[in-house]
């Protein structure tokens, strides 16, 4: 079953404990992206990858990190968490093709609270 | 600044009737849209696409109509059912790889 894999679904740690929701694909989509959802604002993008070792910011970095060493997996990493950091986050992923444009696949989500 | 919006938060509707979800955008640049449906505790899943190219695209119960010249977006849903009671987004495509998504309209399908 073709699917987006994120894990912890649910985490509730403290300010400053470093921490990783890993996301992974089983595609093999070249384009990968993250994004945190608040109520009210919709989903904002944090980073996107475009394939292997290529990553860039979206509309939200500060704060987190990203990597892409492998194409199926696509960590988002919080160094030192802050509770404004607090929110429900989706990996996505889609293929790419020579023009823009695709339908992402989310995952069914990870909710962070950090206190 | 650039950004996709929402008419309406909430749409509610009879059973059998016919929805229409709208959505304004401001990036003139922007080629490529989509309507994505979330039910709750789920991701956003993808309903139906259209390219600036184009002002019509039909699914199956869906059509979604693009007015580049008000920059309007809306979603059509033939015959609502119960199922379709969802958060209902929008998102734009603004050139490369970025993506921004609309708020979001919650629709409540009444029985």
């Known amino acids: 079953e073709a699917q987006v894999t994120q894990n912890p679904r649910y985490l509730i740690t403290v300010t400053g404990k470093k921490l990783t929701v890993t996301c992974s694909q089983n595609m093999n989509h070249e384009y990968m992206s993250w994004y945190r959802q608040d109520p009210g604002l919709g989903l904002r993008q944090i980073y996107y990858?475009?394939?292997?070792?290529?990553?860039d910011k979206g509309d939200v970095p500060e704060g987190y990190k990203v990597s892409r060493k492998e194409k199926r997996n696509f960590p988002l990493i919080l160094e030192s968490p802050s509770p404004n950091q607090t929110s429900l986050y989706f990996c996505?992923?889609?293929?790419?093709?020579?023009?823009?444009?695709?339908?992402?696949?989310f995952g069914d989500g990870t909710r962070l609270s950090i206190l | 600044g650039e950004s996709v919006g929402l008419h309406l938060p909430t749409l509610s509707v009879q059973e059998g009737d016919n929805s229409i979800i709208n959505c304004a955008y401001s990036?003139?640049?922007?080629?490529?849209f989509i309507w994505y449906k979330q039910e709750s505790g789920k991701g956003p899943q993808f309903i139906i696409d259209?390219?600036?190219?184009?002002d019509k695209r039909q699914g199956q119960r869906v059509t979604v109509l693009l007015n580049k010249t008000v920059k309007h977006l809306s979603l059509q849903i033939a015959a609502t059912q119960p199922g379709d009671s969802a958060v209902y987004f929008c998102a734009e495509n603004t050139g490369g790889f970025k993506t921004i998504f609309g708020a979001g309209t919650r629709l409540f399908v009444k029985a």
């Open positions: 996505a992923s889609s293929g790419t093709r020579a023009e823009t444009g695709q339908p992402q696949h």
């Open positions: 259209i390219r600036s190219n184009m």
């Open positions: 990036n003139s640049a922007s080629d490529y």
């Open positions: 990858s475009m394939n292997v070792e290529v990553t």
